[in-house]
């Protein structure tokens, strides 16, 4: 995953100070490119990490306000006590996530913010030529 310099600074920076809550974000890109948005979950927001039935619908919402040239690129979560894996509902979420994907969108970004290491953890969900779907880990390039 390669991401905006700023928008690292802006997501390790907010992710740092989250002590009391398990924040999460949507993130974005512009054809595919580098992670270039990001868009943190409101405070007034239902935990994103607690929905169990994520649709297109949802997705939708929390993009509509983007510019049109922005591409919905993953989303992001925290994780406490060290724990730098994802979860079986994690990878259950992501796989839904990215089964309603079009076509044209081949990956998306996971990435875990892990705390209290403060470091950033790449995940992707891929979709393998067989049409199923991968979960793995990436490396994370700030550009
Ligand atoms: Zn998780």
Redesign the pocket.
């Known amino acids: 995953m390669q991401i905006n310099k700023t928008i690292y600074e802006l997501m390790t920076a907010r992710c740092s100070l989250c002590a009391d809550r398990e924040l999460g974000g949507v993130l974005g890109c512009v054809r595919s490119g580098a992670i270039c948005f990001v868009k943190f979950e409101s405070p007034d927001s239902k935990d994103l ?1 607690y929905t169990h039935v994520p649709n297109a619908d949802y997705i939708n919402k929390v993009t509509e306000g983007w510019p049109s040239y922005f591409q919905f690129a993953g989303l992001f ?1 925290i ?1 406490k006590s060290n724990n730098n894996r ?2 079986v ?2 990878r259950t979420y992501f796989e839904k996530i990215m089964s309603f994907m079009p076509p044209e969108i081949t990956v998306l970004h996971f990435p ?1 913010y892990v705390l209290p290491e403060d470091r950033l953890y790449g995940f992707k969900a891929e979709r393998t030529e067989d049409g199923s779907i991968e979960i793995t880990n990436e490396s994370i390039t700030v550009v």
């Open positions: 990490w979560h994780h994802l979860s509902a994690d875990l």
